[in-house]
């Protein structure tokens, strides 16, 4: 199934953030010796069409510091923040805690609700369950506020820099390698049941999930100053009864290239292109169906295709 919008944005906000913040290696930072706060505002706008604006600050807390170049930054980060997009709004939280600079330990969860709305001619559903009509057809049923959507997420994350072993600042190659295991809920959904999320493919439910994702990236002193390639999977921990039959258990991986501007001292830009997988079925229009009572295609199970492209902004206050 294939949707002319897609408003799956949850993750570029951090994802944006966490590249920005690798600019400064944490192993480096100065000790200021009491809380820094950091506000705020991003907005992300794909070729889907779709758009999300954003709000967090930052809070960060120096923990456990040492003197040697491992322990010296160490430091808590608590991060509020609120998000909005023609289809829902959430608030968040999330938490990073820095015990060594090339571990982070991750937390984080967020709460909402959304809406329908009419846009370019289609129905744009920001929450609502996917059930099974009369024909055997994925069908929408829900209302505006109807129901509450609530993620949660504990993960850890191992990164590098290469500048930490040879000073320089044309040496800034970095890695990152997180995972962590979610947990997702819809209040209206038995178990079970599937449900849309922001004009998603909705097939989500309620359980545990795991993600991951590899980052390797290039910083530079100049006004581009990163590049970068992310690899990001995601699968539910539980499968469905029958779920073999449409590729429940499989993995759902994305491939992105990534472009960091410089545009002011307070704002930053990033320019992402991005890859997906999809399932290949035997049903000559899939789309017509409940993703449910779809059949892999045993010989060809899965495809790569264009996702999107993503505008990033971010301005700091």
């Known amino acids: ?80 923040g609120v998000e909005i997009s023609p289809v829902d709004v959430h608030l968040s939280v999330g938490a990073v805690w820095t015990p060594v600079a090339f571990l982070e330990v991750v937390a984080g969860g967020r709460v909402g609700s959304g809406w329908s709305v009419n ?5 744009v559903h920001g929450i609502g369950l996917n059930i099974e ?46 995972h962590e295991i979610n947990r ?30 590899l980052l390797i990236g290039y910083f530079m002193p100049l006004r581009l100053n990163m590049v970068a390639l992310v690899a990001e999977a995601e699968r539910f921990l539980t499968v ?9 258990e499989m993995f759902r991986w994305s491939f992105s290239g990534v472009l960091g501007v410089t545009i002011t001292e307070r704002l930053e830009a990033a320019l992402i292109a991005q890859l997906r997988t999809r399932r290949n079925y035997e049903t000559p229009d899939p789309g017509e169906l409940h993703f449910t009572n779809r059949v892999l295609d045993a010989g060809n199970r899965r495809s790569l295709e264009f996702h999107r492209f993503v505008l990033a902004l971010t301005y700091s206050f």
């Open 1 to 80: 199934m294939k949707k002319r919008t897609a408003l799956c944005l949850l993750l570029l906000p951090l994802f944006v953030v966490r590249l920005s913040a690798a600019q400064e290696p944490q192993a480096y930072a100065e000790d200021t010796g009491g809380i820094e706060s950091s506000p705020e505002v991003s907005l992300l706008v794909t070729n889907a069409p779709a758009v999300k604006l954003g709000f967090s600050w930052r809070f960060t807390i120096p923990f456990l510091q040492g003197e040697s170049p491992l322990t010296r930054g160490n430091n808590v980060a608590i991060t509020p």
């Open 119 to 123: 846009l370019f001619g289609g129905d």
């Open 133 to 178: 009509d009369a024909d055997g057809a994925g069908m929408h049923d829900g209302r505006a506020f109807d129901g509450t959507l609530w993620h949660a997420g504990l993960g850890a994350a191992l990164q590098g820099d290469l500048s930490a072993f040879f000073p320089g600042e044309w040496n800034r190659v970095v890695f990152r390698s997180f």
């Open 184 to 213: 997702s809920g819809y209040s209206r959904a038995g178990s079970g049941r599937a449900w849309f999320f922001e004009n998603d493919d909705g097939e989500n439910r309620n359980g545990f999930g795991y993600r991951g994702n």
């Open 240 to 248: 469905l009864p029958g779920g073999s039959q449409w590729g429940d």
